[in-house]
């Protein structure tokens, strides 16, 4: 996703966490992402709180919650892992970060290509070619300059993701699975792979997500994302699934964007709708 306009508003927190240490009778201080970071075993590295006033702080006792989240996700094994070779070859192929293609930003791949709307493969975590692709995304991410960025908008057709929450989350996750949803939230939304003027458009998704994750050589994520950065995971995770944000889309904003594209010379019959309610 690029940079969005600020001024959306704040529907408020879900209680996740323990109040923020920071809180001085503000209403609008209040956590809305909880993270719990693991080591490469079952056993808790580190566990945070990022709260509406950007602060950060511990919640390591909240322990049962991660176990009973990882236990909910439902990810396959390493025999579903794409090989290394084969990994090796797609990681080669992504073009270069400055190469500038109509549609989209720098080094991205845009609607059109089929690898924007194909599911993409699990990898090992532990690849070196994985934290190369990561390196190759972070910047990419960077320099759009954009909030997220999935590994099959590089061109790489791999369950990779780039959000650039820095202070909040780690930046790079491999093979990330929902576990649970919650809520309604409308939010506008565009994307590095479809720049068409007046393409951005609000889109209806779940206020708060779950999310497990794998991290570039080891250990792993379980998230409790709420209102911006569940938005973000959102949009990530359909491109791994080889959906654009604009298949979400209904009615009457469905038709504006849409003959937008159309207008705009894109082949809207590689987006069929595909609305969440
Ligand atoms: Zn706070
Ligand atoms: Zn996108």
């Known amino acids: 996703m690029p940079l969005p306009r600020l001024g959306a508003s704040s529907p408020g927190a879900r209680p996740t966490a323990p109040p923020c240490p920071r809180r001085g009778g503000g209403a609008l201080c209040a956590p809305l992402n909880r993270v719990w970071l693991l080591d ?9 709180a990022g709260c509406t006033c950007g602060t950060r702080f511990g919640i390591g006792a909240a322990a049962d919650a ?38 989209a930003a720098p080094g991205v791949v845009p609607v059109g290509e089929p690898v924007i709307h194909a599911a993409t493969a699990w990898v090992d975590p532990a690849d070196p070619a994985v934290a190369e692709l990561a390196q190759h995304m972070l910047a990419v991410m960077d320099a759009a300059p954009g909030i997220g960025l999935a590994a099959n908008q590089v061109g790489a ?62 250990g792993h994520v379980v998230v409790e994302a709420d209102e911006m950065l ?14 654009e944000y604009v298949q ?30």
């Open 157 to 218: 057709g791999l369950r990779v993701i780039a959000l650039n929450f820095p202070k909040l989350i780690p930046q790079v996750w491999v093979n990330p699975v929902a576990v649970s949803t919650a809520g309604e939230w409308t939010f506008a939304e565009g994307c590095l792979s479809l720049e068409v003027e007046g393409s951005t458009a609000d889109v209806v998704r779940p206020k708060a997500i779950t999310v497990v994750a794998d991290l570039p050589g080891g």
């Open 230 to 243: 569940a938005r973000v995971i959102q949009h990530e995770l359909d491109h791994l699934e080889g959906i």
């Open 66 to 103: 991660w176990r009973a989240h990882s236990d909910a996700a439902d990810r396959p094994d390493r025999s579903a892992w794409l090989d290394a070779e084969a990994l090796r070859a797609v990681v080669e192929g992504v073009p270069d970060a400055g190469r500038r293609v109509p549609r």
């Open 248 to 277: 979400r889309l209904e009615g009457a904003v469905r038709d504006e964007v849409y003959d937008r594209l159309e207008a705009d010379g894109v082949d809207t019959d590689l987006l069929p709708p595909r609305p969440l309610r």
């Open 40 to 48: 490469a075993g079952p056993r808790l590295a580190r566990a945070w």
